[in-house]
Each structure stands twice: as structure tokens, then as C-alpha cells.
């Protein structure tokens, strides 16, 4: 619909609030404000509206400021102790250097307002200034003590040292590609670092678009702080009881808890069982005279769950060959894998030293291994101080076993 | 220089040869392919040259084709048996659709080489067309068994989740930034997880541009598996034998590997000496009538080394409030923070349900306190089957330790 229509008809200009929910307290936490027209019978987003950069600014500026005004008068008539989400524009604040809008920001003061509860949200990718402007941006608005969201995150790509850079207090990960199944293995592993960076930088990982309860599973295993989606609360014009959500997410918890719980316990069995076929696989052989003997000695014993097996010394220098199952089922021995160093992959050299110190064994986290492009993962065992064998474990094994992928 | 400079006096382009060396191996693995113009007594980089989208397309593929057929001429005289990496514009490639640069590459073939020792080097950030066309051209490539090295990362934001995507056989990483020690420990961050992804993916990992020590030992440590640079092998005009850099890079992973173990060893030992304290503070205490009690009991006991000191069950609930150290050293006791679930954090529940079963304490790795905003580590530790206390340790006392930052 026209922008002229919207503008000439304010009056059916109207701000939503959609309940934004902590995991740690399981309450509303705050509301995302979000603007619609009323237009007859329905209520249209107008979100579009303003990302129309061909829209005149003085259009979108006017507009925003009534949504926020909407928004903001709710809030402090209501006496609302939560957080407030206010969607800006960054460009249409910085053209006349952000003055007019910190002014108005300012004003409701007056009224009761701690900057302490804004939060205002910001999408990078929509900035066509330089990046250090935004940066500069941001830092002015934590100084005055508001929060910083970076919006629609997963939707379009950001890079991680961006993020890292601008150094928000909350990342908001969109999360509508998960909604379907066949979406790539990969952009979870993005989606994955997205949220170990989050935690490293100090920012709390907001996911939002959860519209069903794999969303809110894949939120919570991923460290989110809040959640944000229709399958827990949808835009509204009124505000809700704090406690509105919780005992549901109580219950999504238990079961999350369950779930997870079986996979660490899975995990913790499997090293058990390997700790204790190898202490009888290498029980006497613990200063062996022909390591390659010793090497195909106990892919034999292991075939079952193995598809290659070496030996790296303490400085991750490789002793044996590659013991590799080929695809009849043969052990072929890789004598030319011999003296390779593995010491600079990620854990290799910590799990050597654990070992060294333990003297017991170690299962990795799942991995793509680069040659056979499948998720596998790596049994490692100390023989003697200076001798450690690895066993990849193929994806076959994984999947037939319950709770190892 | 002028393009036109160039085009008519090709016989002044020169490829030059720059070493990568497998960090398994320590031994030259590939060479990247660099143009450069002779003018009179200098050698200028044609780099420029082709990054000008100015100069039109048939002078930048008329160049690019006489450093591709000098290199691949004295590759296959020299019957080299490394990789040979050729830089190329995959905008210039596709204007035909790809035809005429597989056609011209296909004939080396008839001279003996092997598209398994070749790889192609495309900049994501310059290509200029939608990033699924990339995706494509990378597939077709990877079909016929030439391997594909995303370039320029680090130097450029590229968003993990597009590396993902375009899924290439090898991830280059430019180290340029680190050279000055003054970078934000954030984009490291940043870097740590475009590494972890890459492992992830099954991609390798190449650090280029490393011209000090520091980096060389920082892509060591973030999982490379080759090294391109000047504190290496610069670029020359020859090919180098193979065991060039063998043994000054063994002298190097050696130095690395000590200063490793000190690190994993310290932390070890203060998971240990955290043990012993620990059970010493909360033996007898192992089912407290008052858990407001006992972890201000606890605080007290640590207050050389903590700040913070909660106490959870076995579903991430806290039990108790947080024990928090103030400005006057006195601990203040934050009732409000009962019952804040954690579960959602990265790690947490998978230390508690180790905890449980191993009956013994976890150390974290350092990360961002939100509150604090400074680097922690925290120690967490099983009272009984259903308490689990978490003891913050300060960047201060970490500090003052060896080995543990």
C-alpha cells in the first residue's frame, strides 16, 4: 500500500508489543515494539514501510516517532518494569547527527523513564554509513546506559568479527530458516560459533521467529538468554503478566534437560566401554617393539566400531602408519602417514596432556572429517607417557547407537 | 602504472612463486601463483591490475592467462609434484559461462597435469554476482577433482555462514591485522571460530601473510594446517626443495608445544588444588539445612581467588543466591538471584552431568563475564547428587598466576 496513505492516516498507525522471554527466569523480560496500520479489517506490519529507504525520511521519521510515543506512554502509564525494544533506523537518527532523537529519547525522562530499560534495535546490514559510525553510534547509547540489540542475525549475514567489533549487548539470531528441516547441516555450525562468540564477547544471544518447539529447543541448546516467537507470544497491543509463560517453558525445560542429559550419558558409556577394550587390547603391549604390529593389532580388535586407527607420540608426531578400513572391510596400512604431526588441531594437544595427567581415555565431540565427508568421532587412549592411540569412530556407528549424533 | 602499460609489454610479467607448507608434514606443499610486472629494477605486484574492474575484462584475462601458462609450464617441466594454486576472478570466468578457462585447462592435461594437484583461488568479496552462481561454479569445479581455496578472509568479512554455504576445500585466513599487538582480543574471538567452523565443515585451514613469530604460533594454535608468508618462504622465481623449512618449523612446533603444556598443566593443577579446597570446605556439609548458609560459608573459605559463588541442582536451577565480592572486598549476598535457571548456558549442564558421574570438579575456559566484562574462568564442583556449587574466578587472580590467561 501507498506510504502517502499512511502518513495522511496516523491515526491508524498503531504500536504491538511482542513479550520477549528470559530463559534463566522464564518471564517476560521485555517487549519488541512493532509497528501496524489498521487497514478495515486487518492489521498490516510496517515493517516494510520502513525499510523502503525510497520512502522520504521525514515519512519514516514521523512515523517511528508515533510508534515510539505509542509505546513508550503505554509503558510508563502501566508503571512496566520490563525492558522496552525500540526498532531505529540509524541513517534517519545520524542525519542531523542523532540530536533531534536523543533530544525526544530525553524528554520522557520527565515521565518516569530509566534509560535502563531501553533497549534500542539496530540492523547493521541496513546501515550505509561506514562501519566505525555505527560503532561510534553505539558506544554513545551504552554510555547514556541504554542497551544495544544487532537485529536480524541468521536472516542475513553478518560477519563474526563485525560483530565482535560494533560489541552489542544483545545479538538477535532469526531463526525462520530453521523452521525448515532440509536447511543445510552447515549453517548450524555458523549458527553454532555465532552463539560460542556471543558468550565469549559478553553478549546475551536473543533468538527470535521461534515458531516451533525444535526452534525452541535449538534456542535453548544454543545458549540463548532470551526467547522472542509466535509459538510463545505474538505481537499484541496490550502487555501480559510477567509469569504468562512460564510454566510452559518449565515443561519444555524438563524435557530439553531429559534429552540432553541421555546424549552426555551416552557419551560418558561409550568411553567407558572403549577405556575398557582397550586396557585389554593393550594390556602387555604397553612398550611395543613393532608399533605397526600393535597398530593393526588393535584396529582388529576395534572393527567393529572403527574405521582408522594411528598412534602419535606426546608431541603429536605420528608413530605408526594409518590403519584404514577399506570399503570391503580390509585393514589397508598407510605406512606413508608416518611422521605426520597433528599437534595444531583444535584439542589434540590438550586431550595429550589430560590423558598424560588422567591416564584414561578421551571421546571427542562430533566432527566432518575432511577425507570421508562424513560426521565421525575420535576415541583417544594413552598406551605408555609417550604413545597415545586414536580411533575414528565412522558416522554408521554413531547413528546405530542411541543419543551419539 | 598504466594497464595499458602492461598489456602491450607482456613480456615484462613474470609469475612468481610463493611456498605453502603443510604444518603435518613441515614440508613445501603447494605454490601460490603471483604476477608481477618487471619495470626497469623493480618487480611490482600486478595485484592492483586485476582488482581494477576499470580495466577491461579481455587486458585483465590476457594477463591472468600468460602468468597461469608460465606457471603450469615450468610446474610441469620441473614434473613437480606439489599443488599449484592460481588465483583467479571467477566474474571474468563465468562471462562466457566458464567455457573458454576449462577449455584452455583442460589442454595441460595433454602435458601432464593432474587437476588433482591444482587449486583455484576465488575472492568471495569481489565476486560480483549472486552468491549462488559462486556456489555453482565452486561445485563444477570440485566435480572435476580441482580443490577450491576461499581467499581473503580475515583481511575481509566474510560471514560464516556464507563459508559454510560455499562449502570450499580450503578456508585462507590473511593475518595481516596481527601483526599489531594492539588488535582487539575480540576479532581473535572472531578468528578462534572461523577456525572451529572450518574443522567443522571439513575444511582446511590456511594462514597467510604470516611475517613474525607471533603469528605463526597463533595459526598453530588455531588449527592450521598450512602456512603461506614471508617469515617462511617469500615469493621467488623458482621452486624450493620440498624439507626447506622442515627443521626450522619443528624447532618452532617444539617451542609451541612446551608453551601449551605449561598452559593445560597449570589449569590442571589449579582444577586440582580447587578440588582439595573444596572438599575440605563442604565436607560434612554434603545436605546443608541452609543453603544460604553454605555458599556464604563457601565465599568466605575462597575469597582469595572468587568473586562470585552460587550453588545449583541437577536441572540448572539455583538454589541459592549469588555470594558476590564487592569494591570493599565484603560479600554481599543477592537473594533476588534464587532460582535463576542456567541450563541454557554452553557447557553448564554437560559439566553437571560429568560432575555427577566423574564426582568430581570442572575448570571453564576463560570467557567474557557479562556483568564484570572482564575474561573468567569458572570452577563448578558436585556437593552431592543434586548440588552443584560454581565458583567465578577473577581475571585478577588468573593473572597473577602463570599459564592460566
Known amino acids: 500500500m501507498d506510504a502517502l496513505d499512511i502518513v495522511m492516516n496516523k491515526q491508524n498507525v498503531t504500536a504491538y508489543l511482542q513479550p520477549i522471554i528470559s530463559t534463566d527466569r522464564q518471564e517476560i523480560t521485555g517487549y519488541e515494539v512493532l509497528g501496524r496500520y489498521q487497514d478495515e479489517e486487518r492489521s498490516i506490519s510496517l515493517r516494510p514501510f520502513f525499510q523502503d529507504k525510497t ?24 508503571n512496566r518494569t520490563e525492558h522496552i525494544f525500540l526498532n531505529v533506523d540509524v541513517d534517519l537518527i545520524l542525519t542531523d547527527g542523532g540530536e533531534h532523537f536523543f533530544e525526544k529519547l530525553s524528554s520522557y525522562k520527565d515521565y518516569g523513564l530509566s534509560f535502563s530499560r531501553l533497549v534500542l534495535e539496530c540492523k547493521e546490514h541496513d546501515f550505509e554509513g561506514d562501519v566505525s559510525r555505527l560503532k561510534h553510534f553505539i558506544q554513545y547509547v551504552q554510555s547514556m546506559g541504554i542497551r544495544i540489540a544487532l537485529d536480524d542475525l541468521g536472516k542475513t549475514s553478518t560477519p563474526l568479527d563485525e560483530i565482535a567489533y560494533l560489541n552489542p549487548d544483545i545479538v538477535k539470531v532469526d531463526l525462520e530458516f530453521l523452521a525448515d528441516q532440509s536447511f543445510p547441516e552447515m549453517y548450524r555450525e555458523a549458527l553454532h560459533s555465532l552463539s560460542v562468540l556471543s558468550g565469549k564477547i559478553g553478549a546475551s544471544l536473543l533468538f527470535e521467529n521461534i515458531k516451533e518447539f525444535n526452534q525452541l529447543h535449538f534456542a535453548w541448546k544454543h545458549g540463548a538468554r532470551y526467547f522472542q516467537g509466535s509459538y510463545l507470544g505474538r505481537p499484541d497491543l496490550s502487555f501480559l503478566d510477567k509469569m504468562t509463560f512460564a ?15 541421555k546424549k552426555i550419558e551416552a557419551q560418558i558409556e561409550l568411553t567407558d566401554t572403549l577405556a575398557k577394550r582397550l586396557e585389554r587390547v593393550v594390556k602387555d603391549k604397553q612398550n611395543p617393539d613393532d608399533i605397526d604390529d600393535l597398530t593393526l593389532h588393535i584396529a582388529d580388535e576395534l572393527k567393529d566400531l572403527s574405521f582408522r586407527v594411528y598412534l602419535c607420540n606426546y608431541e603429536g608426531f605420528q608413530q605408526s602408519g594409518n590403519a584404514f578400513l577399506d570399503e570391503d572391510g580390509m585393514w589397508q596400512y598407510q605406512f606413508e602417514e608416518k611422521n605426520r604431526n597433528w599437534s595444531w588441531r583444535p584439542y589434540f594437544l590438550e586431550n595429550i596432556v589430560r590423558m598424560n595427567i588422567e591416564k584414561k581415555g578421551i571421546l571427542s565431540d562430533l566432527y566432518t572429517d575432511i577425507h570421508k565427508e562424513e560426521r565421525i568421532r575420535t576415541y583417544s587412549y594413552p598406551i605408555n607417557e609417550n604413545l597415545y592411540v586414536f580411533v575414528d569412530i565412522p558416522y554408521s556407528y554413531l547413528f546405530e547407537k542411541d543419543f551419539l549424533l
Open 55 to 78: 520512502i522520504p525520511e521525514e515519512y519514516r521519521r514521523e512515523i517511528e516517532e508515533q510508534i515510539h510515543h505509542q509505546a513508550l506512554t503505554s509503558f510508563l502509564d502501566g
Open 247 to 261: 510454566e510452559t517453558l518449565r515443561k519444555h525445560f524438563n524435557d530439553f534437560l531429559f534429552f540432553e542429559k
